[in-house]
């Protein structure tokens, strides 16, 4: 059994993996961090950096900080007791997307993510990584709850 860790540095992320590292212990995981270039294309557009721009040493600097964060995420891991690696996708279009393309890759047997609790309208506008995911995967996908939703009754963990 392999299980596949989203990763991102917030506390959800985090309360996800000892989460799962309570659950699964002893478990094969890989902790994936991803970076979504659309999100730094949309913060320049935003910005009114419309012309191109040599991106090399960025993209350099990116994958570093992505790489760092994925070996954070496989740190917690193992403390929490999972057998865990890192792997980083710095590149990617859409981190559902590529959460479930990874999840296809290394033939996860479940998928384990947190959650911002995003609700409401914002929601429905903008989804949640974590809604797309379940309803992409074609595998199981465990999603933990965010200390706020958890202390209030708002839910608990989804498979």
């Keep these: ?37 659309l999100a730094l294309a949309s913060i320049r557009g935003s910005a009114g950096l419309i012309a191109p721009v040599d991106t090399t040493a960025e993209d350099e600097a990116i994958e570093a900080a992505t790489k760092e964060l994925a070996e954070q995420g496989a740190r917690l891991a193992r403390e929490a007791g999972l057998e865990a690696t890192a792997r980083w996708e710095p590149d990617s279009m859409a981190v559902w997307s590529t959460i479930v393309d990874v999840a296809g890759e290394i033939d996860a047997s479940l998928i384990v993510t947190g959650t911002r609790g995003l609700g409401g309208v914002r929601s429905l506008l903008l989804g949640s990584t974590s809604d797309r995911v379940l309803h992409h995967a074609g595998r199981p996908v465990l999603i933990v709850p965010s200390k706020e939703d958890a202390q209030a009754g708002a839910g608990t963990a989804t498979a």
Aim: proline share 0%; no cysteine; aromatic share 8%.
């Design 1 to 37: 059994m392999t299980i596949l860790v989203a990763y991102d540095g917030s506390d959800d992320s985090k309360a996800a993996i000892t989460y799962a590292g309570h659950l699964l212990r002893g478990q094969q995981a890989v902790v994936l961090s991803v970076w979504e270039r």
